[in-house]
């Protein structure tokens, strides 16, 4: 089968596409023929050898790639044959195989995707989706929140502004470039504004008038995060769930006394249900299928996992990144 192969730390020009053996399912695992494999941003730092909190580099020779759906090609020992030829999505390590044309996997790692759904939108599911649905449960969103969210054409930004709208309420879309920006304004954004801008603030208050922003959903965090913290009314609600510019955002605990705000980091256990990451994946998956939630994809295939590590890094991709056999 035909792999992507990380002999060495770099940038993404380090990922080989080669042929490489097949993966053998052993006791309790099934074989995948891949279909669609997701990317995450995760995967490019660990790619350059840089650990990503409690992520570590991975021992090379490796492949990446930890979201893949597919079909169900063979199974292994003690594994119930009527799992073969069954349309599958699953999570792997982060380093686990995924960019494949072949992956193996626990059995019970698997999730049925549901019918109607296309593969690409199953792995998008899987870990955007589901990450998704469990910081909007921190988040309890309302119909009378003014939701501004940071990275708003990205794959978690995209299903927030759907997801706020459908609650009513009204949304903030910031994203970066003309095409971003009007992307947001396709999903339901009520304002969309370019953070590129200098004044981009002011156009928030400017287009929100007498309301303000009561929820921030962050996941770019430094400068912008910070300019976005100074957009809450009193009593507004802070989420942090990463920094994609490379600094997670300043609050001191003079910003929260001062101005009765409350800041949350909704990644980890904070966003964990009862039923744990099981049940978030399950909802986003029927979320997907029923059209309420519906992730903004670029695709490229397998033999470009290099162009499309690099898009991702320069944030030319919008939504979730995914290959396809």
Do not use: C
Not at 109 to 131: F, R
Not at 191 to 218: C, E, F, I
Not at 235 to 254: C, D
Request: glycine share 12%.
């Amino acid at each position: 089968m035909r792999a992507v192969r990380l002999y060495e730390f770099g940038d993404a020009g380090k990922l080989r596409f080669e042929e490489v053996a097949d993966p053998v399912p052993a006791a309790g695992q099934v074989l995948i023929d891949v279909q669609a494999s997701g990317v995450h941003w995760i995967e490019t730092t660990l790619r350059r050898g840089v650990s990503v909190g409690p992520h570590a580099p991975p021992v090379l020779p490796t492949t990446p790639g930890a979201e893949v759906a597919g079909v169900v090609g063979a199974v292994g020992p003690d594994v119930a044959a009527e799992w073969l030829g069954r349309r599958v999505v699953a999570q792997l390590d982060a380093f686990g195989g995924g960019y494949a044309e072949r992956a193996v996997t626990s059995v019970a790692s698997l999730h049925s995707i549901p019918d109607h759904l296309d593969v690409d939108h199953a792995v998008a599911a899987i870990t955007t989706g589901a990450t998704a649905q469990g910081v909007l449960d921190v988040a309890r969103l309302s119909a009378d929140d003014v939701v501004l969210v940071m990275s708003a054409a990205g794959g978690l930004g995209s299903l927030f502004v759907q997801a706020a709208r459908r609650l009513g309420a009204v949304v903030v879309g910031v994203a970066g470039g003309a095409a971003k920006v009007e992307r947001v304004r396709a999903l339901g954004a009520d304002v969309a504004v370019d953070y590129r801008a200098a004044d981009w603030p002011d156009r928030v208050r400017d287009a929100l008038g007498d309301r303000v922003v009561s929820v921030v959903l962050d996941g770019v965090g430094g400068a912008s995060g910070r300019q976005a913290l100074e957009l809450l009314g009193p009593g507004g609600r802070f989420l942090l769930y990463g920094w994609a510019s490379g600094e997670p955002t300043e609050i001191g605990t003079r910003d929260l006394i001062e101005r009765q705000l409350s800041a949350t980091w909704a990644i980890g256990p904070n966003m964990v249900p009862a039923g744990g990451m099981r049940e978030l994946v399950t909802r986003s998956l029927e979320a997907a299928a029923a059209g309420r939630l519906v992730p903004t994809i670029t695709r490229f295939p397998l033999s470009r996992a290099a162009d499309a590590h690099a898009a991702l890094e320069a944030r030319e991709a919008e939504g979730k990144v995914v290959l396809t056999a």
